[in-house]
């Protein structure tokens, strides 16, 4: 039906940047939010979404230092971080709140990625 697919982790040294990409594509009618979370072990947490209008939210964790981005056409979000951390070190997840059906086009149902892997090296 619906896949999502993340791209742009690795290693990095501490301070430096990754630019992750994320991008939905099959049986879609619309995407509203758009967005990341990052897990390690024993916690998932938000880091940053933008709905389809462009507005965004960060976790105050990443606030300042990253930045959303999406492109409607290509249904493609990405999250530009820098001045990486050892504590941005996880596992991130993109998701994308997708409508299937135009008969119900306020009914969405969030779809989430495989995760791509960003270790930050102290």
């Known amino acids: 039906q619906v896949q999502v697919v993340e791209s742009g982790g690795g290693l990095v040294q501490a301070g430096g940047s990754l630019r992750l990409s994320c991008a939905a594509s099959?049986?879609?009618?619309?995407?509203?939010?758009m967005g990341w979370d990052r897990r390690t072990p024993g916690k998932q947490s938000k880091v940053a979404s933008i709905?389809?209008?462009?507005?965004?939210n960060y976790a105050d964790s990443v606030k300042g230092r990253s930045t959303i981005s999406r492109d409607n056409a290509k249904n493609t979000v990405y999250l530009q971080m820098n001045t990486l951390k050892a504590e941005d070190t996880a596992v991130y997840y993109c998701?994308?709140?997708?409508?299937?059906?135009?008969?119900?086009?306020?009914?969405?149902?969030?779809?989430w990625g495989q995760g791509t892997q960003v270790t930050v090296s102290s």
């Open positions: 099959g049986n879609i009618f619309s995407i509203n939010d």
């Open positions: 709905s389809s209008g462009g507005s965004t």
């Open positions: 998701f994308a709140d997708v409508s299937l059906d135009n008969r119900y086009p306020q009914r969405f149902t969030r779809y």
